[in-house]
């Protein structure tokens, strides 16, 4: 799974479309925990992040939503700027 970015110990991942499935999502990674991110509506759709690290991914993903929909949809995958 490429890594996008990474920033405060959490690591955004994305699997090729092929691969995976609608609705367009990341995933990010955080110590032991996991959660799975919905591009369209930036919410943790399942996982166990906690919320500290839930809120700092949503903040990420309104910054980069328009690059991460476009990844999705071209398959093309580069890395993004962490949140600073």
């Known amino acids: 799974m490429p890594e996008i970015?990474?920033?405060?110990?959490?690591?955004?991942?994305m699997f090729?479309?092929?691969k995976e499935h609608e609705p367009s999502h990341i995933h990010a990674?955080?110590?032991e925990h996991v959660?799975?991110?919905?591009?369209?509506?930036?919410?943790m759709?399942?996982?166990?992040?906690?919320?500290?690290?839930r809120e700092l991914v949503k903040e990420w993903l309104s910054l980069?939503?328009?690059?991460?929909?476009?990844?999705w949809k071209?398959?093309?995958i580069k890395k993004l700027p962490p949140l600073e």
């Open 5 to 13: 970015t990474r920033f405060y110990g959490i690591i955004i991942k």
């Open 16 to 18: 090729f479309k092929p």
């Open 29 to 31: 990674l955080y110590g």
């Open 35 to 43: 959660g799975i991110f919905d591009l369209e509506t930036k919410e």
């Open 45 to 53: 759709t399942e996982g166990d992040l906690p919320n500290k690290a």
């Open 64 to 71: 980069y939503q328009n690059e991460m929909l476009e990844m």
């Open 74 to 76: 071209s398959q093309n």
